[in-house]
């Protein structure tokens, strides 16, 4: 005997979600001819990571505990309110995520935003500068991020490595034009999310990792300053279009602390017409992309 009503489990809440959101909604092109009115199983399992048969399974009941990720991924893939959120979370058998911990979720009226922006190179970090979510033009520019390990998608890890043999965030060269006030700038803003989210496990990992592990880091986390990230300017040595100088823009949402990321060349500008190539040329054969 079920105590589940029809139709309220977790296959079939993901199924309803994923049946209702539209391709161009997820900043998917729009065919004409096509029976699914939402999206489609691979177009999910594509924007959340994860395989096609991973979400068949998922919908037909018989993959019922996705890991605490991957429901995180599946949430941002189908644009769920935080109701909707934590309602997954709880039919996967998992606590939500609690005041005082890192948010990972986009609310849908970023996502909706996030999509019209078109191919200018966007990401979306939270608090903790973990990477979770970025466009084709982020991809584009600095190579695609599927490329390293989860673990390893977080700007503060990359900045200041304490594994000799990291993979890079960027799959080719970025230099800043002030390289020591950008490393200043993050370790201040890793120190202000700690307060912001004292209970969060995952951001006293990162800083107790680094402090250990990271000289620089150390040295500059004993400064005790706490201030926001600051705009920086960029040098992308793309392997296709050549160096590229980008203006690095950070938006910050209030509530969550996610941090939008942004991409801009200067307009007119030769460097405005080889960030427009990046999304046209790619990379080039052999590269790890």
């Not at 890079?168 to 002030?178: F, K, N």
Request: aromatic share 4%; charged share 25%; hydrophobic share 40%.
């Amino acid at each position: 005997m079920t105590t589940t009503p029809p139709g309220a489990g977790l296959g079939a809440m993901i199924r309803t979600w994923r049946n209702r959101l539209p391709p161009s909604a997820a900043g998917l092109p729009v065919v004409r001819k096509r029976r699914a009115v939402g999206l489609r199983r691979e177009e999910l399992a594509d924007l959340a990571g994860v395989s096609v048969d991973y979400v068949v399974r998922l919908e037909q009941g018989r993959a019922t505990t996705p890991s605490a990720s991957v429901v995180a991924s599946l949430a941002r893939a189908l644009q769920l309110s935080t109701a909707e959120r934590d309602h997954l979370y709880r039919l996967a058998q998992i606590v939500p995520p609690a005041d005082g911990t890192i948010c990972d979720h986009l609310p849908p009226g970023m996502q909706r935003v996030l999509v019209r922006l078109g191919d200018v190179p966007v990401a979306v970090f939270a608090a903790d500068w973990q990477l979770v979510w970025w466009n084709h033009g982020w991809a584009a520019l600095l190579g695609d991020p599927l490329a390293s390990p989860p673990r390893m998608r977080n700007f503060a890890r990359d900045r200041f490595p304490v594994d000799v043999d990291h993979t890079p965030l960027a799959l080719w060269p970025v230099t800043e034009t002030d390289p020591d006030t950008a490393d200043a700038a993050l370790v201040s803003d890793l120190r202000r999310a700690t307060g912001r989210f004292p209970r969060d496990s995952r951001l006293a990992a990162l800083v107790r990792d680094l402090n250990a592990g990271n000289e620089r880091f150390a040295e500059l986390w004993a400064t005790g300053e706490v201030t926001a990230n600051r705009e920086v300017h960029k040098r992308v040595d793309h392997p296709s279009v050549g160096p590229v100088t980008v203006d690095c823009d950070v938006l910050t949402d209030g509530d969550t602390e996610l941090k939008i990321v942004i991409m801009t060349a200067a307009p007119g500008s030769e460097d405005e017409t080889k960030l427009q190539l990046t999304t046209v040329v790619g990379p080039p054969a052999g590269t790890r992309n």
